[in-house]
């Protein structure tokens, strides 16, 4: 069982930056490939971007490609979201979530694990 909870969401103007963060307890999350999705209301999450449980592959959607990057701390069992250059289509909630596994994944069907989600807000 892994339970993960994300910070460091808030209101930032466009061009601005934000680093999101997400905990999970449980003494295996080396085990796992961690993933960021985001939603807005009544569409479907999307596929943000994917870290490989050892930390050596990374993978994006074409959206933030070049403006967000995705690292891990394996001894703080954390994983983090920089998002620069943000843009007012990149509000939304963002979601962490978790995965046992060798590779990386981009379908929210492929995660077992999800946090509660942080609001990030980006004002034109």
């Known amino acids: 069982q892994v339970q993960l909870v994300e910070s460091g969401g808030g209101l930032v103007q466009a061009g601005g930056s934000l680093r999101l963060s997400c905990a999970a307890s449980?003494?295996?999350?080396?085990?796992?490939?961690m993933g960021w999705f985001r939603q807005t209301p009544g569409k479907p999450r999307d596929f943000v971007a994917v870290?490989?449980?050892?930390?050596?592959?990374?993978y994006y959607a074409d959206s933030v490609k070049g403006r967000f990057t995705i690292s891990r701390d394996n001894a703080k069992n954390t994983v983090y979201l920089q998002m620069n250059t943000l843009k007012p289509e990149d509000t939304a909630v963002y979601y962490c979530?978790?995965?046992?596994?060798?590779?990386?994944?981009?379908?929210?069907?492929?995660?077992?694990?999800w946090g509660q989600g942080t609001q990030v807000t980006v004002s034109s």
């Open positions: 979530a978790a995965r046992s596994g060798p590779s990386y994944y981009t379908e929210v069907r492929q995660y077992n694990y």
């Open positions: 870290i490989t449980r050892g930390g050596g592959s990374t």
């Open positions: 449980g003494r295996t999350f080396s085990s796992y490939a």
